[in-house]
């Protein structure tokens, strides 16, 4: 059940490529199946970063059985992918990573 909603002050062309890749990444970088990830895209936000209105990005990542170990690998590798499609500078890119209970998250008239 990997969510990720990336919320950034910039805007894309191709919202249908760019939702693909990130689904598809996030999958490998959890090693879970792509049919269970869900991305949210919430773009030209208005948002400030450091002072300044330069382009910034903020990510929340909720994946049952996320643990500590994993945030620092997940955090570069979010953060080069937000670099390499959105050309977000990575020291402008905050990421909140939660791992809710099963019983906390549902799904299919059940939770997990």
């Not at 208005?46 to 620092?72: C, H, Y």
Request: aromatic letters at 10%; charged letters at 15%.
């Amino acid at each position: 059940m990997p969510v990720l909603h990336i919320h950034t002050n910039i805007s894309i062309d191709n919202q249908s490529e760019f939702l693909a890749q990130a689904s598809t990444s996030v999958a490998a970088a959890l090693g879970k199946p792509e049919s269970y990830v869900m991305i949210l895209f919430s773009e030209c936000k208005p948002m400030s970063f450091a002072g300044t209105q330069e382009p910034t990005a903020f990510l929340e990542l909720k994946s049952l059985g996320l643990n500590d170990s994993q945030t620092n690998d997940l955090s570069e590798k979010l953060c080069s992918f937000l670099e390499t499609t959105l050309n977000i500078n990575t020291s402008r890119i905050y990421i909140e990573f939660s791992a809710p209970e099963r019983a906390m998250f549902g799904w299919n008239k059940s939770t997990f």
